[in-house]
């Protein structure tokens, strides 16, 4: 017997706008279904709406699935490249007598939609030309091509995720699959490319369900294999509420820009409406090997924010400290000193921030030579009694060995002959040292910055 057909997948995004969230998400189900099976995941531009497609939009797709390590099989398609492929499936419909010349006039479309308004009725094209002969029309009339769509029964959709859903054909009217200017719609489109690509899944939002119904009418007509379908249900805001501008950064590349990881990403778009028992932590290779699209809940997922830099945090406590501090670059050049003084300071500073921005921001004080411009709450640490505790401190500071645990020790012996405690030491050498009132261990971070830079940055408060 032949080996059953691998699966083979798609992500089709329009370029009307960035890739959001919710496609993200869509994208990652289909690449770890293909990697799971060993299948094939392809990447199909749907630019055939010429007025709002852009090159940005293009450009942030595939920048955004780079980032996310969604990497695709073969060359990017180009649907409004296939016009003409289309075109040819419709004038076969045509010729099959599955599609017939419609000429009802753009004044009989608008009087047929005013009356299924005024009736209550969802606006539905009535047939009217269905079974007249094309030389009833005026000479040189403009038409459409239209699919001659079966008017009893039921089309049922066959959903991995959503169970059957059934469609009545009464209420599904003769779609257009090729406009008057010879253009295609995306309907069509959709149907042929997926035929011409080979596609066996079609994992996508749950608003296109809709759609299902009414592609399966061309594929059925055409006699061509239905895929299997998965109809994702939405991403909610934190609120519930259906996702939108107001609830914040919604782009993937503001994501990226906010300091969230890729590897985070992923984990994260899996858990919004994907489960694994109570597995929260899911590397990619395990997300691989667990996938399955039976696995995808039918309810809306909720954006989480606070769980999402939870999640980054425990990408980032695992990540090699030299990684890291490769991606805290991509936000901002490192000379090369500041990246050796990042990477030894890491094992501190990644305990305690959630984000790359954090990090970066945490880590500042390591980026310049001299001391750091004092923040309000270092400036009230660094007056004349802050100042006097780094004068006093400074001449044990210069005499012992330069380690974490002999600046302890020297600060601390000071303190005790002070009647102080260490904390009111650490607070002026921590202002002086990073021009913040809290940072990852101080005398660890004084020796990352080691013995000549930090004595300049002290001597700058010592008058």
Not at 32 to 56: K, Q, V
Not at 176 to 205: E, K
Not at 382 to 391: E, F, N, V
Request: contains cysteine.
């Amino acid at each position: 017997m032949p080996e059953p057909k691998k699966p083979v997948l798609r992500f089709a995004p329009s370029p009307t706008g960035m890739l959001h969230i919710g496609g993200a998400r869509t994208a990652l189900f289909n690449w770890l279904y293909a990697r799971h099976t060993g299948g094939t995941f392809l990447l199909r531009i749907e630019d055939t709406d010429r007025e709002r497609s852009t090159p940005e939009a293009v450009a942030a797709i595939l920048n955004g699935l780079e980032w996310l390590g969604l990497n695709w099989d073969g060359q990017a398609v180009y649907q409004f490249a296939r016009a003409g492929r289309h075109r040819q499936i419709a004038e076969q419909l045509l010729a099959a007598g599955k599609a017939y010349r419609c000429f009802a006039t753009p004044q009989e479309l608008e009087e047929m939609r005013a009356k299924a308004r005024a009736e209550g009725k969802p606006p539905r094209y009535d047939g009217r030309w269905r079974d007249r002969d094309p030389s009833e029309a005026p000479a040189g009339a403009p038409f459409v091509i239209r699919l001659k769509a079966p008017q009893t029964g039921e089309t049922i959709v066959h959903d991995v995720v959503q169970g059957d859903v059934r469609f009545a054909n009464d209420q599904l009217d003769d779609m257009v699959l090729l406009r008057s200017d010879g253009t295609p719609t995306y309907m069509l489109a959709v149907v042929v490319d997926d035929f011409d690509m080979d596609i066996t899944h079609v994992v996508r939002g749950d608003d296109h369900l809709n759609n299902a119904a009414r592609q399966l009418q061309i594929i059925r007509a055409m006699g061509w294999p239905e895929p299997a379908y998965g109809h994702l249900p939405l991403i909610h805001g934190p609120d519930g509420a259906k996702l939108s501008k107001r609830h914040g950064a919604l782009a993937v590349e503001a994501y990226r820009d906010m300091g969230y990881l890729p590897q985070t990403m992923r984990n994260y778009l899996l858990r919004l409406g994907w489960s694994h028992g109570d597995d929260e932590i899911i590397p990619t290779d395990q997300a691989i090997a667990w996938f399955d699209l039976r696995n995808i809940g039918r309810s809306p997922a909720r954006l989480d924010f606070k769980k999402l830099d939870n999640l980054n945090a425990h990408y980032m406590r695992a990540m090699d400290d030299a990684a890291l501090a490769d991606e805290v670059a991509k936000l901002r050049p490192l000379s090369d000193l500041a990246k050796r003084r990042l990477s030894a300071a890491m094992p501190g500073l990644k305990e305690r921030a959630k984000t790359i921005v954090e990090l970066a921001e945490a880590a500042a004080f390591l980026f310049q030579d001299g001391p750091p411009a004092p923040d309000e709450a270092a400036q009230k640490i660094l007056t004349g009694d802050g100042r006097a505790i780094l004068g006093g401190v400074l001449p044990a500071l210069e005499s012992t060995d330069w380690s974490p645990a002999a600046l302890e020790a020297a600060a601390r012996a000071f303190a005790d002959a002070g009647g102080m405690k260490l904390g009111q030491v650490a607070q002026p050498l921590r202002a002086a040292l990073t021009g913040r009132t809290a940072s990852p261990p101080l005398f660890d971070m004084m020796a990352v910055l080691g013995r000549e830079e930090s004595l300049v940055r002290l001597m700058a408060y010592v008058s």
